[in-house]
């Protein structure tokens, strides 16, 4: 897929699939004809690939002390989108892990 700019608007045409997946709940919706998209790159990473920990807090603007702190009292586990490996905390689902941080949609899509 092309790259298009963030404040592009997408149609279900050029979607090229029928549905869209709502990964949240699991649940797949039918746009209705006529309705738009914005493309949010930031929010659909790749399968398979994460994000250190450190650049997650940079982009969203919270001290990484914070999400450690989160961590270490079981606030903020594997459920929430995190993964440890060899000793380093990763994103893997930035936007599980930004809803259970609280953090709005408007700083998701930055």
């Given at each position: 897929m092309p790259k298009r700019p963030k404040s592009q608007v997408l149609s279900v045409a050029e979607l090229g699939c029928a549905y869209?997946?709502?990964?949240c709940n699991k649940?797949?919706?039918?746009?209705?004809?006529?309705?738009?998209f914005e493309l949010v790159?930031?929010?659909?990473?790749?399968?398979?690939?994460?994000m250190p920990l450190p650049r997650f807090a940079q982009l969203h603007d919270i001290a990484l002390k914070t999400l450690h702190n989160r961590i270490s009292r079981g606030e903020l586990t594997e459920e929430d989108g995190l993964e440890k490996r060899r000793g380093h905390w990763l994103v893997t689902d930035?936007?599980?892990?930004?809803?259970?941080?609280?953090?709005?949609v408007a700083s998701l899509n930055e």
């Open positions: 869209v997946l709502n990964p649940t797949l919706l039918r746009p209705l004809p006529g309705s738009t790159p930031g929010l659909a990473p790749n399968p398979g690939t994460s930035p936007v599980r892990l930004g809803q259970a941080i609280g953090c709005s």
